[in-house]
Every structure is written in C-alpha cells, then in structure tokens.
C-alpha cells in the first residue's frame, strides 16, 4: 500500500490540508467486499422487517376475530338470549328448620310449544347466590316439604342438601 502526502498551502484563510490518498488495486477489492457486506445486511434488515410485519397482521387479524367475537356476543347473542328467556313465576318457599337452607321454586313457561316446568334454587345461608337443584318437566306446582335439616322432598323427588340435585332430564 502507498500512502501520498499533499501539502495544500494556497487554500484561503490560510488552510492547511494533509491528505492521504490509497492507490492501487486493493482499493477495488475492498470496495467490493464492503458493498457485498452492506448487501448481506441490508437483507437480514429486510428479512427482519418482513418477519415484524407479518407478525404484526397476524396479531391485528386474532385481535380483530377476537374483537369481532366479543361484539357478537355481547351485542347479537346475549339481547336474544334474553329476548326468547323463558318467564319464571314465582310459586313457592320454603327454609329447613335451621335455617341454613332457603328454597324457592318458579313455575317457568317456555311458550306455546313447550309444556310448563318447575325450577327450584337453594340459597346456602342467606347468599344471593342460587344454585339449581330442582327441574322438572310436565308439571307446575311445587309442593316443598322438609324430613329432616338437611333433606328436602319436592313433588315426592328427595333430595340431600347441599349438593344433592334432581333433573328430569338426568333420569
């Protein structure tokens, strides 16, 4: 490699520049390599970018399904759902002799094609929680008697509290 040394003294303001000026054949190659290194990272960039932005539609499509789902089910399914709900009648209730257990039981009508049932839900100690444990199906009285603080007989079906449950359509 040689290495030439100018002196620039005639520049105005009295600028003084020393240069050093590369000459010979290494100057090509090593352009060469460098563009072919700024060619291998200019693709890893735009490979990179590319993999970002795929990921980025993948992830804005699943939280448009997700969003599209949320709406239909909040805005579509739920107003129905409460728009054909069967009506509950209140009929009847009861409390076991302890007071621990508090029934009450619905007359439901599920409309003209349906015949009437009757629901019944446990409250546990005064909760506002109500758990069905009572569903039956062609009838609609509730006739709720007590054999002891813990057994409830409902239309003749006994059931231990309080995780015993009747459901017609558990036979």
């Not at 444990?133 to 609609?140: A, E, W």
């Amino acid at each position: 490699m040689i290495y030439l040394k100018v002196d620039v003294s005639g520049l105005p303001f009295l600028l003084k520049v020393v240069a050093l000026v590369r000459i010979g054949n290494h100057n090509l190659d090593s352009s060469k390599k460098v563009d072919l290194e700024d060619d291998i990272v200019a693709e890893k960039k735009i490979k990179s970018i590319k993999k970002r932005t795929f990921l980025v539609i993948i992830i804005a499509m699943l939280s448009g399904i997700f969003l599209c789902g949320y709406i239909g089910k909040k805005y579509i399914i739920e107003p129905l759902d409460e728009l054909f709900k069967s009506s509950e009648e209140f009929i009847a209730e009861s409390s076991s002799s302890d007071g621990k257990y508090d029934i009450q039981a619905y007359l439901v009508n599920g409309g003209a094609t349906t015949d009437w049932a009757v629901v019944c839900y446990l409250n546990i100690g005064g909760s506002k929680k109500k758990e069905t444990i009572y569903n039956d199906y062609h009838i609609n009285k509730a006739e709720i008697s007590w054999a002891d603080k813990d057994t409830v007989i409902i239309n003749g079906h006994e059931i231990d509290l309080p995780d015993g449950k009747y459901d017609w359509t558990e036979k």
